[in-house]
């Protein structure tokens, strides 16, 4: 009954627990994680005499969500439908069917929180809550009582004012009453690399230590009770001081990620933790690292000793990934193990739909706890169950405390987005805006255009002349499943439907560039195709997409997000896939003439690809002219301008084409993915050369396969 012999990690001299008083703030809590035993110790905590046990051993699981982005329920408020593909209601049965298989668990959230669905905005937008009210995700959160979280970068999304009310105060920043004291979100959050310029100290706690009792067997069988601590440090993308700028400049600054784990990783250590853990709201990427970089994980794994667990999110993707070709071939990183160079590490996609789960093995010795590597399981357990006879997805049934929490509030918000502003006399759709169907994009594009070219009219002179353009991209573009497109049916418009045409809070910046540097932004847009070879007779993907299998290896995806267009007669250019990138925008015009490097444009865009987009739009190193940075949401500019032009037509809202393929023929067939039963979309859009090759593509994710004719 004794124990295999153990691999060392990270042995803790339990004694470093009794003699050194903590420089921070450390949150102490009991086994389940309730709010009421959270207690701040601002000096040395008391310790529990330890029981002299001098041989046992333990589980203990690490139970992690990321990205849930408000999806408290599976339901879909753009399509006022449910969804049960995703939500927080199914992921909570995962965690409490966990929770029976470990005598020990602990349960963190890994940020990007509470923004992201029609609820979220609702909530802090439309019908504030007041101080007293929890937000729904976190009194949804509150049904498995979460025991530590960290911020991602929506989390900056609605301002620091929210920012410090749904965390229930405290915040020391200029413009916020740190006075304040609310709800909350129900667990302690840490956060190391976001300091407040007012104070020069980080924002929140830079990490949390809990201490538990955990469940123990001795070597005669005998359970046992052992105290445990367990810290955790919390990081953010450094990039919300550009996405966010409008609310954070000059009021807080942001460390390099892995700078901010090398500081205080050792000094968790040293305050007698005897696991510490990474939250990171951030991925992975394995080149040159550049101070500042959005996605260090493997970098920090790879640089930073004393890690025992790293939590990464932020990609909306999945690790460990045990499929047949697997994200994140990187050296060093074991899909099998669950490991980045040796470390256990999970990134549990997005929405609710995994659970990361990191289950340790320890050795008690009478002084200290020792982690058994060889032991360790690793594993995402996701919603989906299978499928049934007929092929369709089932999924784990939902968590009735959870959709209980959150039903008046639910029902609120559909009551808000099914308010009326117009009506449309054709189907706006992104399922074919990847082959040129402006249908959801031109609205867009026209609102922002009206906006700014007001704003420069009345506010601007020094820019009068100056031609005022826009460009959006199709922001779902099939990432999640073959139902993740915009797509607005013909006949009545209400609030909801303007929101699926423009689904993120971004607000309103308009860029003023030269011929060259519009030329270079749709270079950079061009990178959502692969290189096309017209004599090769084999199947070729035309979109560079990672969530339906198109990139070649060795290659990036490149997001149909960042995949911006022009919708307007005034702006004229063909994409040649044939060409390498960087040389594939051709016949570039402006009224009919060709753009030159010496004409001057104001482009209407978001603060996001404003402030964040322009090193790799224009080159490392170098920035838009940003001529006005708007405090209003382009999704409000867009439900404005509908009930402005409540009768929307084809002809005038969904029609204009800016671009289009330069005509190639090909030896074999270039194919590209899309939702099922849609191709009378791309008929209705115009689309001719598109036909259908496949009414299912095997993914089990909604998609069919389509060809395109590059020749018409």
Same mark, same amino acid.
């Given at each position: 009954?004794?124990?295999?012999?153990?691999?060392?990690?990270?042995?803790?001299?339990?004694?470093?627990?009794?003699?050194?008083a903590?420089?921070?703030?450390? !949150?102490?809590? !009991?086994?389940?994680?309730?709010?009421?035993?959270?207690?701040e @110790?601002?000096?040395?905590?008391e310790?529990?005499?330890?029981?002299?046990?001098?041989?046992?051993?333990?589980?203990?699981?690490?139970?992690?969500?990321?990205?849930?982005?408000? #999806?408290?329920?599976?339901?879909?408020?753009?399509?006022?439908?449910?969804?049960?593909?995703?939500?927080?209601?199914?992921?909570?049965?995962?965690?409490?069917?966990?929770?029976?298989?470990?005598?020990?668990t602990?349960?963190?959230?890994?940020?990007?929180?509470?923004?992201?669905?029609?609820?979220?905005?609702?909530?802090?937008?439309?019908?504030?809550?007041?101080?007293?009210?929890?937000?729904?995700?976190? %009194?949804?959160?509150?049904?498995?009582?979460?025991?530590?979280?960290?911020?991602?970068?929506?989390?900056f #999304?609605?301002?620091?004012?929210?920012?410090?009310?749904?965390?229930?105060?405290?915040?020391?920043v200029?413009?916020?009453?740190?006075?304040?004291?609310?709800?909350?979100?129900?667990?302690?959050?840490?956060l190391?690399?976001v300091?407040?310029? %007012?104070?020069?100290?980080?924002?929140?706690?830079?990490?949390?230590? @809990?201490?538990?009792?955990?469940?123990?067997?001795?070597?005669?069988?005998?359970?046992? *009770?052992?105290?445990?601590?367990?810290?955790?440090?919390?990081?953010?993308?450094?990039?919300?001081?550009?996405?966010? /700028?409008?609310? &954070?400049?000059?009021?807080? *600054?942001?460390?390099?990620?892995?700078?901010?784990?090398?500081?205080?990783?050792?000094e968790?250590?040293?305050?007698?933790?005897d696991?510490?853990?990474?939250?990171?709201? $951030?991925?992975?990427?394995d080149?040159?690292?550049?101070?500042?970089?959005?996605?260090?994980?493997?970098?920090?794994?790879?640089?930073?000793?004393?890690?025992?667990?790293?939590?990464?999110?932020?990609?909306h993707?999945?690790?460990?990934?045990?499929?047949?070709?697997?994200?994140?071939?990187y050296?060093?990183?074991?899909?099998?193990?669950?490991?980045?160079?040796?470390?256990?590490?999970?990134?549990?996609?997005?929405?609710?739909?995994?659970?990361g789960?990191?289950?340790?093995?320890?050795?008690?010795?009478?002084?200290?706890?020792?982690?058994?590597?060889?032991?360790?399981?690793?594993?995402?357990?996701?919603?989906?169950?299978?499928?049934d006879?007929?092929? !369709?997805?089932?999924?784990?049934?939902?968590?009735?405390?959870v959709?209980?929490s959150?039903?008046?509030?639910?029902?609120?918000?559909?009551?808000y987005? /099914?308010?009326?502003? $117009?009506?449309?006399?054709?189907?706006?759709?992104?399922?074919?805006?990847?082959?040129?169907?402006?249908?959801?994009?031109?609205?867009?594009?026209?609102?922002?255009?009206?906006?700014?070219?007001?704003?420069?009219?009345?506010?601007?002179?020094?820019?009068?002349?100056?031609?005022?353009l826009?460009?959006? !991209?199709?922001?779902?573009?099939?990432?999640?499943?073959?139902?993740?497109? *915009?797509?607005?049916?013909?006949?009545?418009?209400?609030?909801?439907?303007?929101?699926d045409?423009?689904?993120?809070?971004?607000?309103?910046y308009?860029?003023?560039?030269?011929?060259?540097?519009?030329? &270079?932004? &749709?270079?950079?847009?061009?990178?959502?195709?692969?290189?096309?070879?017209?004599?090769?007779?084999?199947?070729?993907?035309?979109?560079?997409?990672?969530?339906?299998?198109q990139?070649?290896?060795?290659?990036?995806?490149?997001?149909?997000?960042?995949?911006?267009?022009?919708?307007s007669?005034?702006?004229?250019?063909e994409?040649? @896939?044939?060409?390498?990138?960087? =040389?594939?925008?051709? #016949?570039?015009?402006?009224?009919?003439?060709?753009?030159?490097?010496?004409? =001057?444009?104001?482009?209407?865009?978001?603060?996001y690809?404003?402030?964040?987009?322009?090193?790799?739009?224009?080159?490392?190193?170098?920035?838009?002219?940003?001529?006005?940075?708007?405090?209003?949401? #382009?999704?409000?500019?867009?439900?404005?301008?509908?009930?402005?032009?409540?009768?929307i037509?084809?002809?005038?809202?969904?029609?204009?084409?800016s671009?289009?393929? *330069?005509?190639?023929?090909?030896?074999?067939?270039?194919?590209? %993915?899309?939702?099922?039963?849609?191709?009378?979309?791309?008929q209705?859009?115009?689309? $001719?050369?598109?036909?259908?090759?496949?009414?299912d593509?095997?993914?089990?994710?909604?998609?069919?396969?389509?060809?395109?004719?590059?020749?018409?």
């Amino acid at each position: 009954m004794f124990a295999p012999p153990m691999q060392q990690r990270h042995p803790v001299r339990r004694l470093a627990q009794l003699l050194l008083a903590t420089s921070m703030a450390l !949150a102490l809590a !009991a086994c389940g994680g309730d709010d009421d035993d959270v207690t701040e @110790v601002p000096g040395q905590p008391e310790t529990p005499e330890t029981p002299q046990i001098s041989s046992a051993s333990a589980e203990l699981a690490l139970l992690a969500t990321t990205d849930l982005h408000a #999806n408290v329920l599976g339901y879909d408020y753009f399509k006022l439908a449910e969804d049960p593909s995703y939500g927080f209601d199914r992921t909570a049965t995962l965690i409490r069917t966990v929770r029976e298989e470990f005598a020990n668990t602990l349960l963190v959230d890994n940020g990007d929180t509470i923004q992201g669905t029609a609820l979220a905005d609702y909530e802090a937008l439309v019908a504030p809550l007041p101080c007293g009210q929890q937000l729904s995700i976190y %009194k949804a959160m509150a049904e498995l009582q979460y025991d530590v979280g960290t911020l991602g970068n929506h989390e900056f #999304n609605y301002g620091l004012p929210f920012l410090n009310q749904v965390l229930g105060g405290g915040l020391e920043v200029d413009g916020v009453d740190a006075g304040q004291r609310c709800a909350g979100a129900g667990f302690p959050m840490a956060l190391a690399n976001v300091s407040s310029v %007012k104070t020069g100290k980080p924002l929140i706690a830079p990490y949390v230590i @809990v201490e538990r009792d955990i469940t123990a067997v001795q070597d005669d069988g005998q359970s046992v *009770t052992l105290p445990i601590k367990i810290g955790f440090v919390g990081l953010t993308t450094p990039g919300i001081m550009n996405w966010d /700028k409008r609310y &954070l400049d000059g009021k807080v *600054t942001v460390q390099d990620g892995l700078e901010a784990a090398q500081q205080y990783v050792p000094e968790v250590r040293a305050q007698g933790a005897d696991l510490v853990f990474v939250l990171l709201h $951030g991925g992975m990427s394995d080149g040159s690292y550049n101070a500042g970089s959005e996605n260090p994980g493997w970098h920090i794994a790879r640089e930073v000793d004393g890690i025992d667990g790293l939590v990464m999110g932020h990609q909306h993707n999945s690790f460990p990934d045990r499929s047949s070709n697997p994200q994140y071939a990187y050296e060093g990183v074991d899909h099998a193990a669950g490991t980045v160079h040796g470390v256990p590490a999970v990134m549990p996609s997005s929405w609710g739909k995994a659970l990361g789960v990191m289950a340790y093995s320890l050795q008690w010795d009478g002084q200290q706890w020792r982690v058994d590597d060889a032991r360790t399981e690793v594993e995402l357990r996701t919603i989906l169950t299978g499928q049934d006879a007929g092929g !369709a997805n089932q999924y784990v049934q939902p968590d009735a405390a959870v959709s209980a929490s959150v039903q008046t509030q639910h029902e609120a918000t559909i009551e808000y987005v /099914k308010t009326p502003i $117009g009506t449309t006399d054709f189907r706006m759709s992104t399922l074919f805006a990847d082959v040129g169907d402006p249908g959801a994009i031109q609205l867009v594009n026209q609102a922002q255009q009206d906006y700014v070219s007001r704003y420069v009219s009345e506010n601007l002179p020094e820019h009068a002349g100056v031609p005022v353009l826009s460009i959006s !991209a199709p922001f779902k573009a099939g990432y999640q499943s073959g139902q993740d497109y *915009t797509d607005v049916a013909a006949g009545p418009l209400a609030i909801f439907n303007a929101a699926d045409l423009y689904l993120y809070p971004n607000t309103v910046y308009a860029v003023k560039v030269n011929g060259d540097e519009l030329k &270079l932004w &749709l270079e950079n847009a061009a990178l959502r195709f692969n290189r096309i070879d017209p004599a090769s007779t084999a199947d070729q993907w035309l979109i560079k997409d990672v969530s339906t299998g198109q990139v070649p290896a060795g290659e990036s995806a490149f997001a149909g997000y960042n995949f911006d267009m022009f919708t307007s007669a005034d702006i004229q250019y063909e994409i040649d @896939v044939t060409q390498p990138t960087g =040389s594939r925008i051709r #016949n570039l015009q402006y009224q009919g003439l060709p753009v030159v490097a010496s004409q =001057s444009f104001i482009v209407a865009t978001n603060n996001y690809r404003a402030e964040s987009s322009a090193r790799y739009i224009l080159g490392e190193g170098k920035a838009f002219d940003i001529i006005f940075a708007s405090p209003d949401a #382009n999704r409000d500019v867009v439900i404005n301008y509908i009930k402005e032009h409540p009768g929307i037509t084809r002809a005038a809202n969904g029609a204009a084409r800016s671009w289009r393929f *330069t005509p190639v023929q090909t030896a074999g067939k270039v194919l590209f %993915k899309s939702g099922r039963d849609a191709l009378a979309v791309a008929q209705d859009a115009g689309l $001719g050369q598109v036909a259908l090759d496949s009414a299912d593509d095997g993914s089990s994710q909604g998609r069919a396969v389509y060809r395109i004719d590059l020749s018409q």
